[in-house]
């Protein structure tokens, strides 16, 4: 079992930036590779930046390239998402989730998730 808490979340204004954080609990913590996923009110989860379990690898949905970037400290049990040039379309619940195996940009493929952390951007 992974427990998973994010924070981080906050009102920005638009062209700012903010750090989430999703701690995770347990010893194996680097057998689970991580994502960031989103939810805008109204709308599906989707898919944000993943991380692999030695976080050589990442990937990120075309909307957010060049402005986040997702990384992980294996030794703190955390993993993190660095958001700059935010847009009020970024504004969402964000979530972090992690799975083994499975295909990193589909929802029902993570094992465990958090309960989510709010972003706002204002224009």
């Known amino acids: 079992q992974v427990q998973l808490v994010e924070s981080g979340g906050g009102l920005v204004q638009a062209g700012g930036s903010l750090r989430l954080s999703c701690a995770a609990n347990g010893r194996t913590f680097s057998t689970y590779a991580m994502g960031w996923f989103r939810q805008a009110p109204g709308k599906e989860r989707v898919f944000v930046a993943h991380?692999?379990?030695?976080?050589?690898?990442?990937d990120y949905t075309a909307s957010v390239k060049g402005r986040f970037t997702i990384s992980r400290d294996n030794a703190k049990n955390t993993v993190y998402l660095q958001m700059n040039s935010l847009k009020p379309e970024d504004t969402a619940v964000y979530y972090c989730a992690a799975r083994r195996g499975g295909r990193y940009y589909v929802t029902s493929d993570y094992n465990y998730w958090g309960q989510g952390t709010q972003v706002t951007v204002s224009s």
């Open positions: 991380i692999t379990g030695s976080g050589t690898d990442t």
